[in-house]
């Protein structure tokens, strides 16, 4: 393959963009491609190289790079009429409406411009409704770019991940490893009444895939409702692709009393919201006194592209689809990795999929899961399937970003080159496309 045109524009980036990207996942090495544009399933390089995308922006795309006719109808319509006024429209009523009608915990809606900004904004209402200052959230869980959530270390020693970050901030959060009950217990135990609420992805998504294990989420609704503290639920990646309309929350049958969005309600534009219960999520501003505001909350163009991408979604079999894609998908992974690598593990569920570089410890702490690592207790590897973000930190990840990535490019399969973020299938895949992938899996192992 050619990438001189990507190869150009990337010394030109690195010399007025930091790290040439304008966001760290994008910055592949030796240099990313560049995109010209999408296509389907698929997206085409500066270079006029095509591959078939599993990345599809992280999340967002559930319809694909050509979104159908509706939709487009209505995103242009409403960019033609202006951008956007600094006043409320009817077209964000008509999502927070359609959020309310189908995900089963969500009464209310407020909506902000990035996922980043959804849980923000949630962590603070969750402070200003239960008067508490500490949260509680998964090791390894990702929450966006945000002060309160990006730290490390365990229980309540936990310091800031990143410089620039106040170490004031990581006092106030406390960590457990997913799916651990125990260490959630005893977290409560010990800060019970300062604790405003716990915040969680309901599948790890970005240090994964892991699922949840059984009774772990009803664990985490009990122990928050006997301490009078929240759980928030964070569906910025599950929320309209997990469980379907009724996101993981439907799926899982848990009522979290606020859930996060992101992704795939902008249906491709920049978007984020805070869904939950009506007398919690009107503690915001200007019904109740916790400040949010956004000049750019409930984008005109953005809440057409999500409406009409939902819309679309619920009145066509777009959810049966890439449910029964990703089925096939993680079926065929499975029997190639027994095959080839018999120590990875293939997770996911719907349309997420992801081959986990697992090792065969020399405690064989980790190694394939016959079942899809869905952590169900009858798969004969159950206890050896990654439950947390640290054992998702074992598996291989110089040979996935050195070795595997590269190879799956090679064969036109852009997969993400972080190795811990999760692959997505969007209806404009085929059959055709997931054998192609399902070959080009098989080489490069
Ligand atoms: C679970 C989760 N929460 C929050 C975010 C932050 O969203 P955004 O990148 O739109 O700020 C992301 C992804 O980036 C995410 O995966
Ligand atoms: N982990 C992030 C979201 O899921 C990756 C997207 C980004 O930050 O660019």
Redesign the pocket.
Same mark, same amino acid.
Request: proline share 4%; hydrophobic share 20%; glycine share 26%.
């Given at each position: 393959m050619n990438h001189e045109q990507s190869r150009s524009l990337y010394d030109r980036a690195l010399s007025v963009m930091p790290g040439g990207v304008n966001?760290s996942v994008r910055a592949t090495r030796p240099y990313p491609f560049f995109v010209d544009s999408g296509d389907g399933g698929h997206v085409v390089d500066a270079d006029g190289n095509k591959y078939l995308d599993f990345v599809m922006g *992280?999340?967002p795309l559930l319809l694909g790079h050509d979104l159908p006719k509706q939709v487009q109808s209505a995103i242009q319509q409403r960019a033609s009429e202006g951008p956007m006024y600094g006043a409320p429209t009817e077209v964000e009523v008509e999502l927070a409406e359609f959020v309310s009608r189908h995900v089963p915990s969500v009464e209310m809606t407020r909506f902000v411009n990035?996922? +980043? =900004? !959804? +849980?923000v904004s949630a962590v603070r209402l969750a402070r200003g409704y239960t008067g508490r200052e500490k949260i509680v959230v998964m090791q390894c869980? *990702?929450?966006? !770019?945000q002060e309160s959530t990006l730290v490390e270390g365990k229980g309540d020693d936990t310091s800031p991940s990143s410089p620039g970050i106040p170490s004031s901030f990581a006092e106030h959060t406390l960590t457990v490893p997913f799916n651990d009950k125990a260490a959630v217990h005893s977290v409560f135990e010990e800060h019970g009444d300062d604790i405003a609420a716990v915040l969680t =992805?309901p599948i790890l998504?970005?240090y994964g895939i892991v699922h949840p294990v059984e009774g772990f989420h009803e664990t985490l609704r009990d122990v928050t409702e006997e301490h009078g503290a929240l759980l928030i639920f964070? =569906?910025?990646?599950t929320g309209f692709r997990v469980g379907g309309l009724k996101c993981a929350q439907g799926k899982f049958d848990i009522d979290p009393d606020i859930t +996060?969005f992101?992704?795939i309600v902008g249906g491709g534009f920049?978007?984020?919201a805070i869904g939950g219960k009506a007398e919690i999520i009107e503690q915001f501003t200007p019904a109740g006194d916790v400040f949010q505001s956004g000049t750019f909350s409930g984008h005109p163009v953005t809440m057409a592209a999500g409406l009409e991408t939902l819309r679309y979604a619920a009145e066509h079999d777009v959810y049966d689809h890439v449910n029964t894609l990703g089925e096939q998908l993680r079926a065929g992974l499975t029997d190639i990795v027994a095959d080839q690598a018999p120590e990875y593990t293939v997770a996911g569920t719907d349309s997420m999929f992801k081959v986990l570089f697992t090792r065969e410890g020399p405690d064989d702490q980790t190694g394939h899961c016959e079942a899809g690592c869905k952590q169900r207790p009858d798969c004969p590897r159950y206890e050896y399937c990654p439950k947390n973000g640290s054992d998702v930190k074992q598996t291989e990840t110089e040979r996935w970003e050195r070795l595997f990535w590269p190879a799956m490019k090679e064969q036109g399969i852009f997969l993400t080159a972080n190795q811990f973020e999760s692959q997505f299938i969007c209806n404009a895949h085929t059959e055709e496309d997931i054998e192609k992938a399902l070959d080009a899996y098989k080489e490069a192992l």
């Open positions: 966001s *992280y999340g990035s996922g +980043t =900004e !959804a +849980t869980g *990702y929450h966006g !770019a =992805e998504g970005n964070d =569906e910025v990646i +996060t992101g992704k920049p978007v984020g």
